[in-house]
T-cell receptor
Framework: KQEVTQIPAALSVPEGENLVLNCSFT??????LQWFRQDPGKGLTSLLL?????REQTSGRLNASLDKSSGRSTLYIAASQPGDSATYLC?????????????FGTGTRLTIIP | DAGVTQSPTHLIKTRGQQVTLRCSPK?????VSWYQQALGQGPQFIFQ???????QRGNFPDRFSGHQFPNYSSELNVNALLLGDSALYLC???????????FGQGTRLTVV
């Protein structure tokens, strides 16, 4: 059974600092991993998708890595801003038969302190 | 280009009633998935539709059913509502293998 874990559940960081969010998964046969952002009461905004053949993806101040052998992914946020405050969710996909279900972690609630 | 759109945004229903939620996928997408997100939890997969058929289903009872139309839009139906069905219901769309999933803003369902 594939499971995704995100620790810590909450994180507070002063503005301007670089930070890393963690995501771990139980099955190394992962096919892809996606990071999302969720503002309170809102839907999910896709940040980055990493295919199993890739080790990292970058978008602006965000960089996500994937290490299948250790069952870990990290989301690195550079020069954090108050607008980065949100819950960050990671989700794994384990099937190569089309884009089937994503298994989510419970998220890390990030607060950037001005 | 409109992203994934869901309607309604909020809904209040009485226990035992039935509800229908709607989703229009992002332009060019042909696959729609539905998720349930309880407060403080990650989304849980309900089912996925592709070519108007249910392709995969999560661990949800038969009270949860769905449909996909020829224009790829989709409906989620929940019968005999329980208080525990109160949650944010999210729709996601995608296209082909291993492409990025895009989510709508969700429908907040409250069962009283």
């Amino acid at each position: 059974k594939q499971e995704v874990t995100q620790i810590p559940a909450a994180l507070s960081v002063p503005e301007g600092e670089n930070l890393v969010l963690n995501c771990s998964f139980t099955d190394s046969a992962i096919y892809n991993l996606q990071w999302f952002r969720q503002d309170p009461g809102k839907g999910l905004t896709s940040l980055l998708l990493i295919q199993s053949s890739q080790r990292e993806q970058t978008s602006g101040r965000l960089n996500a890595s994937l290490d299948k052998s250790s069952g870990r992914s990290t989301l690195y946020i550079a020069a954090s801003q108050p607008g980065d405050s949100a819950t960050y969710l990671c989700a794994g996909g384990w099937s190569n038969f089309g884009n089937e279900k994503l298994t989510f972690g419970t998220g890390t609630r990030l607060t950037i302190i001005p | 280009d409109a992203g994934v759109t869901q309607s309604p945004t909020h809904l209040i229903k009485t226990r035992g009633q039935q509800v229908t939620l709607r989703c229009s996928p992002k332009s060019g997408h042909d696959t729609v998935s539905w998720y349930q997100q309880a407060l403080g939890q990650g989304p849980q997969f309900i089912f996925q539709y592709y070519e108007e058929e249910e392709r995969q289903r999560g661990n949800f009872p038969d009270r949860f059913s769905g449909h996909q139309f020829p224009n790829y839009s989709s409906e989620l139906n929940v019968n005999a509502l329980l208080l525990g069905d109160s949650a944010l219901y999210l729709c996601a769309s995608s296209f082909e293998v291993n492409t990025e999933a895009f989510f709508g803003q969700g429908t907040r369902l409250t069962v009283v």
